[in-house]
């Protein structure tokens, strides 16, 4: 289901870890939810920072010593501060997957963080007591899996899925209309099946695809022009800096001097 995609978060690439003081181990998941599942992942601060994170369609599950949280998806980048020296463990999962344990309708949460209420599943707080009884990360990533596979419903391929590669194939830039006639879907429904099931329209889905492709290339490639990723879906520069602006909260130079320090100064 998500072969063609790999979410960037920039805080945990090596440069963004050092600049922020943290440590991190990731784990993939069994191989029935691959594809569901990108990843477990444990972050260990020496002492209270920001936690970065940027737009990318997905959704997590965020777990401390204090309780939990669900991430819905993000319109532009903010920060979770970690207010406490330890581990924060998590569950980070692939646009549209979390269809595949839980009914929800995650419009209701786009651009919140909210508690473990909001799952309506009893076995939630029974999962963040399981995971903090251990203290080896390799341990709660297994009890995490076999939490999910309990919860795992398999599901024939839709066009909602379709749709998802479609607009990972073509960086985002491929226009709604167009899109819904592929899958044999009016826009307004499309529409709704992406609001339901990633928390954004399929415009703001789309968008948010396209940034990640060019926080991406510029991250590998730092000293291209800007004029070098326009081929990824916009009219002109303008047009670009106006969307990285509106997504990351500054222009590309600012955004990354803030993760890798002086490797990348535009």
């Known amino acids: 289901m998500s072969k063609l ?31 569901k599942v990108h ?16 737009p990318d ?17 993000q319109i532009e980048a903010r920060d979770i501060q970690l207010l406490e020296p330890g581990e924060y463990f998590g569950i980070w999962f692939y646009p ?3 269809r595949y344990f839980f009914e929800l309708n995650l419009s209701e949460i786009s651009g919140q963080f909210v508690d473990e209420k909001y799952f309506q599943c009893r076995y939630i707080p029974d999962l963040h007591a399981e995971i903090y009884r251990y203290t080896d990360f390799v341990e709660r990533a297994n009890i ?38 592929k899958v044999g879907w009016s826009s307004r429904h499309l529409n709704r099946q992406f609001l ?15 940034v990640q492709s060019v926080c991406k290339e510029l991250y590998v490639n730092p000293n291209q022009p800007l004029s070098a990723v326009l081929e990824l879906g916009y009219f002109d520069q303008p047009h670009l800096i106006k969307e990285f ?13 803030r993760f890798m320090s002086d490797l990348y100064n535009r």
């Open 144 to 181: 995490c899996d076999a939490w999910l596979l309990r919860r795992y419903s398999d599901k024939p391929v839709t066009k909602f899925d379709i749709a998802l590669q479609q607009i990972y194939q073509s960086f985002g830039s491929e226009k709604i209309s167009e899109l819904a006639n």
């Open 57 to 73: 369609g997905t959704q997590a599950i965020y777990f401390s010593s204090q309780g939990l949280m669900i991430g819905g998806a």
């Open 5 to 35: 995609y790999i979410p960037f978060q920039p805080t945990l690439t090596e440069a963004g870890l050092g600049q922020f003081g943290l440590t991190l181990q990731s784990k993939q998941p069994c191989d029935v939810l691959k594809g």
């Open 245 to 257: 602006k509106k997504h990351l909260i500054s222009t590309p130079g600012d955004f990354f001097s």
């Open 39 to 54: 990843s477990y992942l444990q972050i260990s601060a020496k002492r209270p920072t920001p936690y970065p994170v940027i």
């Open 96 to 98: 549209g997957a979390l």
């Open 196 to 210: 339901q099931h990633t928390g954004l329209s399929t415009k703001s889905f789309s968008q948010i695809i396209r």
